[in-house]
């Protein structure tokens, strides 16, 4: 049976893309340091590099070691790039060029598209090219794709707007054996052609107590807090976290480059009496879950694009629902709907 491995910069981008993989395969999301531990029963596997924010060659060799490891096991690889061009891009690609390499940044539900080698979003336009860096790469649109695809290696860059795009590049990528990459969606619909997974369904608990966990500084999350606030949700900051037990909803917002010691293995013993936990901030909840010492994330779903539900297994947190959200992620209204989505959850 094929099975489909992506590999991710961070977590909240392995969680997001593993959500949108759930609808088809059964999936979980594993740091590198713990990859032995993959299920054997999971079809679809996301691996999170943590390599977001370190040097270029550490990160090239992480996803050097999971390509390997997938390689050997048989996996089908994709490779996510962060929905906002950040990272180590053209490190973390380089040891996946001994295939074709086919990239494409276009998320339709959030208008986001990808057109003559840039990515293009309302007013802004960014370079996909500068971000490959050395890694030469052709511009092409779909139809070029299509009929060249046999004679092509390297990088390539496709244009896309719509799922459909989406779709025709995804079956060209699959029946040329080419690597998928992208924020998710590609992905998602190359995993889908390859895998014909059975989808389990988990016991989950209904969810009474929410914790938000909000570690991100970006002007977007900032102003998802304050519409929470003014919604009635209690926000306060992690130093003032001993007052947890007296709130069923509270956003703990801080700035984890400035407390990132707060985040300790007592913070994570009083988020313990929570049902389920909103993470914002890639580093954020990769912090959260080693410090949890937590296995891997079980995939349930998603409450939007890139926003990726899971059940926590193992660790200090074993069985506790988790959601995760980048900073740039959603409307001003994002919380509010992760809360009544979580509402609804049994």
Sequence with gaps: ??????????????NG?????????????????????????????????????????????????VADYAEAKGFIIGKRIDSALRGNIEAEL?????RTIVVTDTIPEYG??????????GDSRVSIIEKLGGIKARVMSINEFKVSAGNLNGAVIVDSRTVGDI???????????????????????????????????????E???????????????IRQIEKARRSGIKVI?????????????????????????????????????????VVSGGETANSLINMSKANYLESIGEVMPLVGVSLIKGGLLDGKVIITKGGIIGGEDAYLRIRDYLRTLT
């Design 237 to 277: 900051n992690i130093k003032d976290s001993n007052s947890l037990q007296s709130y069923d909803e509270v956003i703990v917002s801080f700035d984890l480059m400035k407390d990132r010691d707060y985040l300790n293995e007592d913070f994570i013993r009083q988020v313990a009496q929570f049902d389920a936990l």
């Design 17 to 65: 893309v593993a959500g949108m993989m759930t609808g088809h395969c059964s999936t979980v999301v594993i740091s590198y340091k713990s990859i032995e531990l993959i299920p054997s029963d999971a079809d679809c596997v996301v691996v999170n590099t943590e390599s977001r924010l370190i040097e270029a060659s550490a990160a090239e060799s992480r996803v050097k070691l």
């Design 94 to 98: 380089r040891p996946l060029l001994k």
């Design 112 to 121: 986001r598209f990808t057109e003559g080698g840039y990515t293009i979003l």
């Design 167 to 205: 779709i025709e590049i995804a079956q060209v990528i699959h029946n040329n054996g080419f690597t998928s990459v992208d924020p998710g969606p590609l992905n998602t619909q190359v995993s889908r052609l390859y895998v014909k997974g059975k989808l389990r369904k988990p016991s989950i608990n």
């Design 207 to 221: 969810v009474k107590r929410i914790c938000f966990i909000v570690g991100s500084t970006h002007e977007n999350t």
């Design 1 to 14: 049976m094929v099975k489909f491995l992506v590999i991710s910069d961070d977590l909240t981008g392995a």
